[in-house]
């Protein structure tokens, strides 16, 4: 996701804690006590502008929604955001999604958000893409046994290259979709990258997942 350099977003984290969990290590099996509630809780990977978190918390008000994003000229947005809505049930970590199993204990998280993750089509930066196995055993590790991976994409080689690397993982595939719009979902919430494809009329793609212990 591109965006302006925003030189005033990292005083504007500090100043919004509240919203943006700094050391978000500290909540590590302690995700429900910090919500004060025992609902499901849904992690967000690469949560861009937050769109899309800001969707489904409002949807689902009961659920608990933590997104991650690295980038802080982006994820100011987000900020904005949920701010603007009083979202009590949102939280957001400025962090890097490679060291999720200091921030999350085991089968913590019920749901896990891929949404148009960078493809990182060259093979040499296979490592870095959200699907590589590295990042499946922390899914595997987080997720509650009955927990799901719930990933969305238009692009098409990253869509095959984690249906190929999930499945070599043990992955079991409740739903694969060539087509999600086709299937009028009416509980899919869009992301900016979503809406932005879909009105170009390319197909986006989305699989479902769990991963058995
Ligand atoms: N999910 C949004 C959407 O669908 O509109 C944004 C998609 S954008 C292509 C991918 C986002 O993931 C970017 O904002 C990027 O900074 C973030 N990202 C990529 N790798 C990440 C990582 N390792 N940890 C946290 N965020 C990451």
């Known amino acids: 996701m591109r965006a302006r350099y925003k030189p005033w977003a990292a005083d504007f984290i500090k100043e919004n804690t509240d919203i943006v969990l700094p050391e978000p290590s500290q909540y590590f099996g302690k995700w429900r006590e910090y919500f004060s509630n025992d609902a499901p809780l849904h992690l967000e990977i690469g949560t861009g502008k937050g769109q899309f978190i800001k969707g489904m918390a409002k949807q ?8 991650i994003e690295i980038v802080e000229s982006i994820i100011v947005s987000a900020v904005q955001k949920i701010k603007k809505k009083q979202l009590s049930n949102v939280r957001l970590l400025n962090e890097d999604a490679m060291d999720l199993t200091s921030i999350f204990a085991e089968n913590e998280i019920d749901m896990i958000y891929l949404n148009f993750s960078d493809p990182w089509p060259k093979n040499r930066h296979e490592k870095r893409r959200l699907t590589f196995p590295y990042f499946l055993k922390q899914y595997q590790q987080l997720l509650k046994p009955e927990g799901k991976v719930v990933l969305k994409t238009d692009n098409r080689g990253f869509f095959e290259y984690s249906l190929a690397s999930m499945s070599q993982y043990g992955c079991i595939f409740d739903e694969v979709s060539l087509d999600l719009h086709e299937l009028e979902d ?5 992301t ?15 699989l479902i997942a769990h991963i058995p212990k």
């Open 186 to 190: 009416p509980t899919n919430v869009m």
């Open 60 to 67: 689902y008000p009961n659920d608990n929604f933590v997104g």
């Open 192 to 206: 900016e990258y979503e809406e932005k494809f879909a009105a170009k009329g390319q197909p986006i793609y989305r």
